[in-house]
């Protein structure tokens, strides 16, 4: 596996500042740093948007040139049809990331509309979500 995309959504931008309680004191930026030194192998790369077409728009560009995605739609995954499309029409595969256990939270955060089209779902590990994302991601391209 050469290249993946971390690919966050909405409100993650303020990781290690929004409800700590929830998603932890840790800013993204600085957990993608640890990421890439546990992974020096991989090409790594990070995009967030609070803008769903971005989101839409940057599956498109890396969807054929990349080895794999993994994508936290934060709130997008409850309501994003358009989203869940993006995945169907790109090659590379696509892990769904969940910082928080969302099956402990509101009902309506239940239902995701990614999943269906995604290789995989990781919820509830904290941060370290992102790490197994890899992992199975790794795994995947053994297989192949």
């Known amino acids: 596996m050469k290249k993946i995309l971390i ?6 931008n303020l990781l ?7 998603y932890g004191d840790q800013s993204f930026e600085t957990y993608f740093e640890t990421l890439k030194g546990k992974y020096p192998t991989l090409d790594l790369h990070y995009f967030q948007s609070n803008s769903e077409g971005n989101l839409i728009d940057k599956l498109h560009e890396v ?9 936290n739609a934060g709130a997008y995954t409850h309501t994003s ?16 990331v969940h910082i928080s256990n969302v099956h402990q939270r509101e009902s309506f955060r239940h239902h995701s509309y990614l999943s269906k089209n995604c290789k995989g779902v990781i919820l509830g590990f904290g941060l370290d979500s992102y790490r197994l994302a890899i992992e199975s991601l790794r795994e995947l391209q053994k297989g192949v």
């Open 7 to 12: 690919m966050n959504g909405p409100n993650l």
């Open 16 to 22: 290690g500042v929004r409800e700590k309680s929830i």
């Open 63 to 71: 969807g054929f040139e990349f080895d794999g995605v993994v994508l």
């Open 81 to 96: 049809v358009a989203i869940g499309d993006a995945i169907a029409a790109i090659n590379a595969p696509v892990v769904e």
